[in-house]
Structures are given as structure tokens and as C-alpha cells.
């Protein structure tokens, strides 16, 4: 599929007619433009502007080990399509999933979230960080720090920071359904890349 068919980085019609492979070329298009736009060029794509936010994962993430294999809809991300990206140090043990004993100091999870228009065009939406903090930082937490960054830069929240209470639903989200994952939740069977 070529990414500017209909429109830059717009897909072959709406959910559910995208096949995983739409889906794929789609994402890799958004990347792409993305990272074109932070070069200075110009697009007429609407992206987001996450390493805008201050945060430097909210760039960053594009070069770290994306563990699904095809965009998937995350029902508990606002229903949007989302990967699963890990930094190099939660890349060692996040291919683990259900058999992970727990999440090295440092390693953090990204998870870019987009949707797609009636008219086929996608727009990127929420970055979710998640980063495994030392023992004792956030103790009601579990000791993760959950951020999660607009398209437009402007960050909804962090843990232990900017609109903390807000952030706590992902938390109680997350060690609510973990089981023995060191609260880490993973995509269904079928869009993770299996090492």
C-alpha cells in the first residue's frame, strides 16, 4: 500500500476493512513522516509533536525494539490501534511477557496509540510511557512512573509529577489485572513478535 494513496499516511478504508498489512505499511508511513517532520521538512500529515512534550522517550521510542508485530486495537488505550516499543533495558526481559519475573530499574514500555478517520486518514494520538522507577520511588504505584503525553506535546500526566492523581487510573489499571507480570499487561498472542 502506498502510504499517500489517499492522502499522507492514510489507510485503505476504516476499521475493521484494514488488514494487518495496511495496518504495518500505515505505521512504518507515520514513523516515517513523523520523524521527516522533526527534521524540518514539511508534511501535510497531522502527527504529533510527542518529543515536544520535554519528555525525551517521546522521540526516543522510534528506535527501540517494537514487540508487536502488526498495530493492534488496544481496547484498554481508548479502543485505538497501539504498539508495544521497549527501551534497551526492558527489550532484554519484555519478550518474555506472561513468563517475565519483573521489570529491570530503568526499563521503560512505549506505547503509541493512533486512529483512523471514516475518510481513511490517521491521526496519531496518546504516547503511553510506563518506567520501572528504584524500590520505594512510588510505592502505591508499584514503583512505576506511568506518563502519558497528547499528540500535541502537552502532557496529561506523570506519576510523582504533573497531574499525578490523574495518572493513577493506569496504575490501578495495570496492577489490577497483572498476574505475577510485575503489572506489565501484554498484547494478545497473535501481534507479538516472538523471539
Given at each position: 500500500?502506498d502510504?499517500?494513496?489517499?492522502?499522507?499516511?492514510a489507510?485503505g478504508g476504516?476499521?475493521p476493512?484494514v488488514s494487518?498489512?495496511?495496518l504495518?505499511?500505515?505505521?512504518?508511513?507515520m514513523?516515517?513522516?513523523?520523524?521527516?517532520?522533526?527534521?524540518?521538512?514539511?508534511?501535510?500529515?497531522?502527527l504529533?509533536?510527542?518529543?515536544?512534550?520535554?519528555?525525551?522517550?517521546?522521540?526516543?521510542f522510534?528506535?527501540?525494539?517494537?514487540?508487536?508485530?502488526?498495530?493492534?486495537i488496544?481496547?484498554?488505550?481508548g479502543?485505538?490501534?497501539?504498539?508495544?516499543?521497549?527501551?534497551p533495558i526492558?527489550a532484554?526481559?519484555?519478550?518474555l511477557?506472561e513468563d517475565?519475573d519483573?521489570?529491570?530499574?530503568?526499563g521503560?514500555v512505549?506505547?503509541?496509540?493512533f486512529?483512523?478517520?471514516?475518510?481513511?486518514?490517521?491521526?496519531w494520538?496518546?504516547?503511553?510511557?510506563?518506567?520501572?522507577?528504584e524500590?520505594?520511588?512510588?510505592p502505591?504505584?508499584?514503583?512505576?512512573?506511568?506518563?502519558?503525553?497528547?499528540?500535541d506535546?502537552?502532557?496529561?500526566?506523570?506519576?510523582?509529577?504533573?497531574?499525578?492523581?490523574?495518572?493513577?487510573?493506569?496504575?490501578?489499571?495495570?496492577?489490577?489485572?497483572?498476574?505475577?507480570?510485575?503489572d506489565?499487561?501484554f498484547?494478545?498472542?497473535q501481534?507479538?513478535?516472538?523471539?
Amino acid at each position: 500500500m502506498d502510504c499517500a494513496a489517499c492522502g499522507p499516511c492514510a489507510a485503505g478504508g476504516p476499521p475493521p476493512e484494514v488488514s494487518d498489512e495496511e495496518l504495518q505499511a500505515l505505521y512504518d508511513c507515520m514513523i516515517e513522516m513523523t520523524e521527516a517532520m522533526e527534521a524540518g521538512e514539511e508534511s501535510q500529515a497531522i502527527l504529533a509533536s510527542w518529543s515536544e512534550s520535554g519528555r525525551e522517550e517521546g522521540g526516543a521510542f522510534r528506535n527501540w525494539t517494537n514487540f508487536a508485530s502488526t498495530p493492534y486495537i488496544s481496547f484498554t488505550h481508548g479502543e485505538r490501534f497501539a504498539t508495544n516499543h521497549a527501551n534497551p533495558i526492558a527489550a532484554e526481559v519484555y519478550g518474555l511477557y506472561e513468563d517475565i519475573d519483573a521489570m529491570p530499574v530503568g526499563g521503560i514500555v512505549a506505547k503509541p496509540t493512533f486512529s483512523i478517520g471514516d475518510d481513511g486518514q490517521a491521526y496519531w494520538e496518546t504516547l503511553f510511557l510506563m518506567e520501572k522507577a528504584e524500590a520505594g520511588a512510588s510505592p502505591d504505584t508499584n514503583d512505576w512512573i506511568y506518563t502519558a503525553i497528547m499528540p500535541d506535546g502537552s502532557l496529561m500526566g506523570r506519576t510523582l509529577g504533573e497531574n499525578s492523581d490523574g495518572m493513577y487510573f493506569c496504575a490501578a489499571c495495570h496492577m489490577g489485572s497483572s498476574d505475577g507480570t510485575d503489572d506489565l499487561l501484554f498484547m494478545e498472542e497473535q501481534y507479538r513478535v516472538q523471539n
